[in-house]
């Protein structure tokens, strides 16, 4: 059993930067691919980076490529979301997850298996 634990939100202007952190416990994240996705108030979930379990093949959806970018320190079972240009569009809960995959990067949220708690992402005008 996978536990994931979301760091690093706060409350930015326009155009700052911030890095999220993912810290596993309970297993190794290592053999996982993962993930971040994003809610905000009042929408779906949506998918915004992910990252194979070998840390290859990072993807972004349009709306944050060259702005976001995701990486893994398996030897501190941690991803990252390395967030420039912040927008007040990005205000969102953020999210991380795994799963247990070693064949490539995992796009869907119904994918994966474990998820954190969430942390909250304010960016202002």
């Known amino acids: 059993q996978v536990q994931l634990a979301e760091s690093g939100g706060g409350s930015v202007q326009d155009g700052a930067s911030l890095r999220l952190s993912c810290v596993a416990s309970?297993?190794?994240?290592?053999?996982?691919?993962a993930g971040w996705f994003r809610q905000a108030s009042g929408r779906e979930r949506e998918f915004v980076a992910a990252?194979?379990?070998?840390?290859?093949?990072?993807y972004y959806p349009d709306f944050v490529k060259g702005r976001f970018t995701i990486s893994r320190d398996d030897a501190k079972n941690t991803v990252y979301l390395q967030m420039n240009n912040l927008k007040p569009e990005d205000t969102a809960v953020y999210y991380c997850?795994?799963?247990?995959?070693?064949?490539?990067?995992?796009?869907?949220?119904?994918?994966?298996?474990?998820w954190g708690q969430g942390i909250q992402v304010t960016v202002s005008s």
């Open positions: 990252i194979s379990a070998g840390g290859q093949s990072p």
């Open positions: 997850a795994a799963h247990a995959w070693e064949y490539g990067v995992i796009l869907a949220a119904s994918e994966y298996d474990y």
């Open positions: 309970g297993t190794t994240l290592s053999g996982h691919a």
